[in-house]
């Protein structure tokens, strides 16, 4: 079946910007995570949704960082007024519940210029 | 806060065997994983051990040790294709992973 999806793959945006960046879990799957990878470095968990209700943000980095899933499917991350440091790798992941194995998406590469 | 050490780099000869260690310090444990990550790639799902000793999937092993805090993944028989960064990952509760920051392993012909 489909993997996790996520879009677009690859941002580029000018600092001060807002960006959204999507995800599309594999079918069935309620639990549904953010992650950041900068490179050469394992993935950073920055939040967590178990359905539509967001569980644990405790790893957004500060207060520009959110993210939504409003119909426990398809989730949105998004940074306001961005900023240079925040240009890395935006990894969606999924499971069927929070127990299981998750599976990664492709990422979005975010550029900040 | 956590700490997860895995070596930075590995090279081994196509054919051979190379082992790849973790050793943890998390504030609870609930599971480790091995994910193996190509360059430019998604990580993917290889070996999960909540419990001690071994566990065997073909030519990938891992194994845990949790009074040690220490785990290994074994591959065997390498190919070319196994070269790629191997992530140690830990579950600290029932959802959260923590990463180390990935062991690069180079096959040789």
């Known amino acids: 079946g489909a993997g996790v999806s996520q879009s677009p793959r690859y941002k580029v945006t000018k600092r001060g910007q807002d960006v959204a960046l999507r995800c599309d879990p594999i079918?069935?799957?309620?639990?549904l995570y953010w992650y950041r990878q900068a490179l050469g470095q394992g993935p950073e968990f920055l939040t967590y949704?178990?359905?539509?209700?967001?569980?644990?943000k405790s790893g957004l980095p500060n207060d520009r960082f959110s993210a939504e899933r409003p119909e426990g499917s398809i989730s949105t991350l998004t940074i306001q007024r961005t900023e240079q440091r925040d240009s890395a790798m935006y990894r969606c992941?999924?499971?069927?519940?929070?127990?299981?194995?998750?599976?990664f998406g492709p990422g979005t590469r975010l550029t900040v210029l | 806060g956590q700490n997860i050490d895995q070596p930075t780099e590995m090279t081994a000869t196509e054919g051979a065997i190379v082992q790849i260690n973790c050793t943890y310090q998390?504030?609870?444990?609930?599971?480790l994983f091995w994910y193996q990550q190509h360059a430019g790639e998604a990580p993917t799902f290889l070996s999960y051990?909540?419990?001690?000793g071994l566990e065997e999937k073909g030519r990938f092993s891992s194994f845990l040790s949790r009074s040690k805090g220490y785990s290994y993944l074994l591959l065997k028989e390498l190919q070319m294709k196994d070269s790629a960064s191997y992530l140690c990952?830990?579950?600290?509760?029932?959802?959260?992973?923590?990463f180390g920051a990935g062991t690069t392993v180079t096959v040789r012909a």
């Open positions: 992941a999924s499971s069927e519940v929070g127990t299981d194995t998750q599976y």
């Open positions: 079918s069935g799957h309620v639990s």
């Open positions: 949704f178990n359905y539509e209700a967001q569980q644990d």
């Open positions: 998390t504030s609870g444990f609930n599971g």
């Open positions: 051990n909540v419990l001690d």
């Open positions: 990952a830990v579950r600290e509760n029932d959802y959260k992973l923590s």
